[in-house]
């Protein structure tokens, strides 16, 4: 059974989408599931949060495997992949991502190439988590085609929540050309700051607006804001790591198991 594969999306940068990814599949590893994480940021934000602070010295990272399939030479499945400490793999990322973004401009097929690859992989894994990087460009575009469904983090500030307009929009227009089947996960709500009568406001506004949509939705839980989550990237390891007792720990269980129970409602549903 192949597994899913969620993209963790927002053209907004600084609103937790590698906080998200690491420890949202730290949080899927503990509820027993095999996870990959694929970091599709040429800063290689995720792979560095992880514990590989070097990311330009990795021999083999997501650069090279999606240079190989457009150059149509076999890949090794198992090349590239490092394994963590807490029992999720990671596909790193570096630099060579923003030459291949590049490059990929006149490729044949070019938002189909990160799809390749994640068809031949998504057999070993429960879930695969695709940190995208802050743009809605082609790199994007590449884990909006190989993915699933989206998780869209997003700050509780104005800019933040305006922005979604764009990326929902690209998200349809995805949908309607290139990936018939990718669906919204829903809108997470990250940093919250729940002492401020601004940010409750916010949070009310955003469940108006999106979570009565049956195409967007949101989760019920919010990651608060917490110095903890921003600690857990220099020590290269995950919140649950770090500190499992903290409130972002628990935040991060609580999306997960609404992942797992909407995916065990949908299973339901189609064999209904």
């Known amino acids: 059974m192949k597994g899913k594969v969620i993209?963790?999306?927002n053209q907004k940068g600084g609103c937790a989408k590698t906080t998200t990814a690491v420890n949202?599949?730290?949080?899927?590893?503990?509820?027993?599931?095999?996870?990959?994480?694929?970091?599709?940021d040429p800063q290689g934000s995720c792979t560095a949060s992880l514990g590989y602070v070097q990311p330009d010295d990795l021999k083999v990272t997501l650069a090279n495997i999606m240079t190989d399939i457009v150059n149509e030479e076999g890949i090794d499945l198992g090349e590239g992949i490092l394994h963590h400490k807490e029992g999720?793999?990671?596909?790193?990322a570096n630099i060579e991502l923003a030459g291949l973004e590049v490059a990929l401009i006149n490729v044949m097929s070019r938002e189909l190439i990160l799809k390749a690859y994640v068809e031949e992989i998504r057999y070993y894994y429960d879930y695969i988590l695709i940190d995208c990087m802050p743009s809605l460009g082609m790199l994007t575009i590449n884990a909006l085609v190989a993915a699933d469904s989206v998780i869209i983090p997003v700050q509780t500030s104005y800019l933040p929540v305006k922005g979604l307009?764009?990326?929902?929009?690209?998200?349809?227009?995805v949908r309607r050309q290139l990936n018939k089947h990718l669906k919204v996960e829903g809108i997470l709500l990250t940093m919250?700051?729940?002492r401020t009568v601004y940010t409750r406001d916010m949070i009310v506004k955003v469940h108006e607006i999106y979570g009565q949509d049956p195409k967007v939705g949101t989760f019920a839980g919010y990651i608060p804001r917490s110095v903890r989550a921003e600690e857990t990237c220099s020590e290269g390891v995950s919140i649950f790591k770090y500190r499992p007792d903290c409130k972002?720990?628990?935040?991060?269980?609580?999306v997960?198991?609404?992942v797992l129970d909407h995916d065990a409602e949908e299973e339901t549903r189609g064999e209904d």
């Open 24 to 40: 949202l599949a730290a949080a899927l590893t503990r509820y027993g599931k095999k996870v990959a994480i694929i970091d599709a």
């Open 7 to 9: 993209a963790i999306a």
């Open 248 to 254: 972002i720990a628990r935040a991060y269980l609580g």
């Open 192 to 194: 919250v700051d729940m």
């Open 88 to 92: 999720m793999d990671l596909i790193p």
């Open 256 to 258: 997960a198991k609404e």
């Open 165 to 173: 307009e764009q990326l929902l929009s690209t998200i349809s227009k």
